[in-house]
Nanobody, 127 residues
Framework: QVQLFESGGGFVSTGDSLRLSCRVTGRTFNSLDMAWFRQVPGKERELVFA????????YYGDSVKGRFTISGLEVRDTRYLQMNDLKPEDSGVYYC????????????????????WGQGTHVTVTS
């Protein structure tokens, strides 16, 4: 059974950096698509980053391009989201997600397509 565990959230100021971690058990990221979503109260869960395991085709949300970077691709069970130049609008609960679609399926950007979810880690960015 796939389980995901996020960590690394915190309380920071505008312009600061944080690195979030997502650890998987039950399988490895070598055979799972993975993604980061974030959510604030009253809003839909927003896709921040997603990648396919088969070819590492990746997507970054427009609001985070150039500031957020995924790393740890050489690590079997952990992925990191490096978040730089944080802004108050980056605040929210960050969730790691994973899925195991057929290799021929395109990278999904829809929240409903992701099967496995962590419990989330809170990020608060003050102005």
């Amino acid at each position: 059974q796939v389980q995901l565990f996020e960590s690394g959230g915190g309380f920071v100021s505008t312009g600061d950096s944080l690195r979030l971690s997502c650890r998987v058990t039950g399988r490895t990221f070598n055979s799972l698509d993975m993604a980061w979503f974030r959510q604030v109260p009253g809003k839909e869960r927003e896709l921040v980053f997603a990648t396919r395991w088969v070819d590492r085709d990746s997507y970054y949300g427009d609001s985070v391009k150039g500031r957020f970077t995924i790393s740890g691709l050489e690590v079997r069970d952990t992925r990191y989201l490096q978040m730089n130049d944080l802004k108050p609008e980056d605040s929210g609960v960050y969730y790691c997600a994973a899925d195991s679609p057929p290799p021929t399926q395109r990278l999904s950007l829809r929240r409903s397509d992701w099967s496995y979810w962590g419990q989330g880690t809170h990020v608060t960015v003050t102005s």
